[in-house]
């Protein structure tokens, strides 16, 4: 059965109108605007500016952020507090406006959408872009084993599957088998070196530097934990945590217990890390599980050497040569702690600097988007063919 936003796009080619393909990006309720959230809004915006006639963009938001100032895309906006509420705010937007394409983030979220919008008689084309880590997504309740026990059954209903990284589209490809294809496609990340450049006095220094927000996720008590040693061994060190969460207070105490005040700083919440990044000797990562590595490509952007844990997914398909960063085991202080010492020891090298801003080029919003625009396009090709 065609679907009721394939039935629209083949009327227009048929009419031999030039109409663009009506694209909606679906925002999951969030109290921060960060991962998910500014991946959309820098895609959005790009295609609706660069690719103009071709697309018409709209996101749909579930919550109000500051940081949304005039956009080039559509802003809708519904209610919805959880996971279970998106399907329904979805509807309502689609009741309002049909779309060639919807672009919905992580499984759980499109696979709900889907079988909400199949109940109420529709066959929207739903694309699932997958940020996160599915192997953790599946196991943290009840709810989330049994809609994952459906994963091979509802790939083949998706008009898209897209991962940003090389690591999770193996992974997402083993979980849902053959009746689909996963295809890589990197987030657009802001080339911060754009604005600074790493001065001679923060690499002669040894403050380390992390970005994300405070949550176990990002392992930031795995951080402070193995920067104890560091201290141990150069008293100056320092390590700044830029980002706000829920594991903030524990920190805190965390920080106190280790006698780390002086070298360990919770700077809060920062819209640019230029500016932090710019003061820093390297940048440090600890995080448990990821999807992509925003963060480490803003950094490596400015050119800084990066310390990560080799967790899923992310860190391993940036960090691939020894110029751009050291790679440490997961969940080890230890092993951390001795990466980032080494990295205190290594000479910085000018020629360094410059690998890691261009490798980092190759996450820079314009050639990202481009590869999703020649995506969608092919998506609506095969939807039309």
Known sequence: MLSSSKDAM???LNEGEAAPIRVLYVVPPSNQFAGIERVTDELANALARNDNPRFDVSVLYFRDYAEVVDPAYTVLREEAQRTRDIPGGLQKALAKRDFDLVVIP??????LSLVRDRLAG?????????HGNPEVERVVSAKSRLLFSFVRLAAPYFAGVIAVSPGLAKRAQAMMGDKCRVLFMPNPVRQLGDRVRVSEAALAGRNFVTVARLAYQKGHDIAVAAFRKVVDAYPDATLTLVGEGPERAKLEDMIERLDLRDNVTLKGMVSDPSAELGAARAFVTASRWEGFGVSIVEAMSVGLPVVAARCDFGPEDLITRPELGILTPPNDPDALADAMIRQLAQEPRAEDVDLRR????ESARDAVVARHAAYLLQLQRGLVS
């Open 10 to 12: 083949t009327s227009r």
């Open 106 to 111: 992580q499984f759980e979220n499109a696979f």
């Open 358 to 361: 261009q490798e980092a080029a």
């Open 122 to 130: 529709r066959r929207t084309n739903i694309v699932l872009h997958l």
